[in-house]
Every structure is written in C-alpha cells, then in structure tokens.
C-alpha cells in the first residue's frame, strides 16, 4: 500500500515531465529542474533513510513501486540514484546533503554526474561524499543518451564512513543492480501500454493488426515479460528487507538476470508491433527502448549475474531444492 500511494504521488509529480518533449530536451543536456523541485519537495529521496536519520525509514519493498512509475516515465529524473545514495550515506553513518544526488563504485562512470550537486562513491565498504564541483569530470552518455560521466578526485571528500557488514563489499553494484531491475520492470511496462494501444488502433486488411492471432502472441509473450521482471524485482527487494543486502545476492542477480532478458525481448516485440513509426523522433517508444537496452548493461550484465548465481549455488551445502526454498524463510533472530 505504501508503495502504491508513493508511486502515485509520484505520477502526479511528474505529469508534465512524462512526455517526448522533456525526454528529448533531457537528451540533449537539459535538466528538468521544475520536475526535479515537485519530487523533491516530497522528499522521496530519502524513502530508504531510517527516521532517526530525517528520513521516511521505508524497505526496499516499499519503493519497488515508486521505481517502476519512475521507470514507466522513462526515468527523467535522477530520483532512482538518489534514494540509492542516500540509503548508502545514511548506512555509512553520514547525513545526505539536499540537493541532486548520485553515486556509483569508485572508477565507474557516474549517472547524472554533471547535473548532480553531490557525488556518492563506494569503494569496498569505504563510503565518500564528494561535493560535485570538486570533482574533474569527462563527459559521457550511455545508448539511452543519459549522462553518465567519469569523476577524477582531485581533494579529500566532504565525509566518509563504512558499510556495515548487511550491506557487503559490493554494495554499490547489487543497489545499482536492484533499482535498474525496478526501473526495467517499469519501462516495460509502458513500452506494452504503446505496442497495445498501437495494435487496436492501426489496421491492416480493414481491421485492427491486434485481431491477428501472431501479434497477439507476441503481445502476451511481451506480457509475460513485464509480469516476470515485476516479480523478480519485488522480490529481490524483499529479501534484501529480510537479510540485508550482501545476502540476498542470489535474488538481486536473479532479478537483474531477468529484467534484462525481459528486456531484449520486450523491445524486440515492441518494435516490431509498431514497426518503423517506434523509431521516429517524434515517438514515445524509442526513448524507452533504449533506457531497456542501457539499463540492462549497469549494474552488473546477465551474463556477470548467471556467473555470480551459478558460484552460488555450487558453494551451497546441501541439494538445490533445499537452497532455492531456504531463501524464504526467515532469518532467525
């Protein structure tokens, strides 16, 4: 429930930053700074930041929701990141400054580096909070057009402290790993709403390509996918709620693993649905593609995830059936 009415705050937050005009000027180095200030004065960013800390001291299960509205919006916004850095400071004992915020593991490339006011850099269990302006930047941007910039620390950062040890020594990638596979799950899920609405609406032979039973296959395969990256995160997000974060590797990858094979498909079908009018500048679809193809890519690839599930299960004691449903259970006091 929780989940729900965030993500419906949310959605009503960035009603006019959801269209084609704000992610293409966001493409072209345009920050949405009017969409930025309306989530921001909800203080959604501070969704993971226990309320000793000033925070709304929410589980990962309860923003899975609010980042798959986030993704279904193509993401215009640095929103994601931030609760994630946010949750990483507040673990490490440090206060998150206000303002745009970010992080990544240290010598990776930052998402929305040169728009962020604070850069969040995680080295192991080793936290940094580093003042964006003391840092030398080289500008990039993935396939999705999305900055993604690589820092040089040039002085001593703001503030620093350590993960404990629920959080592990690749906490940066599994966070990054688990809030993409929300974000996946979410741009999914709007990228079926355009390929549906395409097919009953566009004809062929007098009547709506939807009536065909091929494209109606595809379309319940392309269903199928969504529900599947949907499921797969919420519960990775439980059971880093459940064991912390370092112990539910095994969801985490399960979840990443499946979102990005969700999302080769999902696009795949999407495109081919809504064939060459989906590429057009002018289009919705290709923005979120291209997010689903950038996405899949951070925070660890399939293939980096199936070699981490694969190590995990032959070092587990004991049968595979045993493995998979002990993951259930939980944890004893």
């Known amino acids: ?10 959605a009503r937050a960035l009603a006019d930053a959801s269209d084609v005009t704000t992610l293409r000027l966001l493409e072209a180095g345009a920050f949405p700074q009017a969409a930025w200030d309306a989530l921001d004065a909800l203080g959604l960013g501070a969704a993971l930041v226990p309320e000793a800390r000033g925070g709304a001291g929410l589980g990962f299960a309860d923003v899975m929701q609010l980042l798959e509205a986030l993704g279904r919006a193509g993401a215009p916004v640095p929103l994601a990141e931030g609760i994630g850095a946010a949750a990483l400071l507040a673990a490490a004992g440090i206060e998150p400054p206000p303002g745009v915020l970010t992080f990544a593991a240290a010598g990776a490339t930052i998402p929305w580096g040169r728009h962020a006011a604070h850069v969040v850099l995680v080295d192991g269990v080793r936290v940094t909070l580093h003042a964006a302006g003391s840092l030398r930047w080289a500008h990039g941007s993935n396939i999705a057009r999305e900055a993604r910039d690589t820092p040089t620390v040039t002085g001593v950062p703001l ?11 690749d906490a940066a990638r599994a966070l990054t790993a688990m809030l993409r596979s929300a974000q996946i799950a979410g741009a999914l899920q709007a990228a079926l709403a355009l390929a549906v609405d395409h097919a009953n609406t566009r ?20 269903a199928a996918e969504a529900s599947a990256a949907s499921v797969a995160a919420s519960a990775a997000a439980r059971a880093a709620d459940a064991r912390g974060l370092a112990d539910a590797t095994f969801e985490i990858g399960c979840a990443k693993v ?13 495109h081919q649905v809504l064939a060459a009018m989906g590429i057009t500048e002018e289009h919705a679809l290709h923005h979120l593609t291209r997010r689903l193809w950038s996405w899949r890519e ?11 599930i694969g190590a995990l299960v032959q070092s587990a004691p004991g049968p595979l059936w045993t493995f998979l449903t002990s993951r259930d259970q939980e944890p004893s006091a």
């Open 1 to 10: 429930m929780i989940g729900a009415e965030l993500a419906d705050q949310m």
């Open 159 to 169: 503030a620093e402290g350590m993960l404990p040890n629920a959080w592990g020594s």
């Open 203 to 222: 004809k062929q032979f007098g009547r709506p390509i939807g009536r065909f039973q091929a494209v109606q296959q595809q379309l319940a395969v392309f």
């Open 258 to 270: 499946t979102a990005g094979e969700a999302a080769a498909k999902g696009a795949a079908i999407a």
């Open 298 to 308: 951070e925070g660890g690839s399939e293939r980096f995830w199936s070699a981490r």
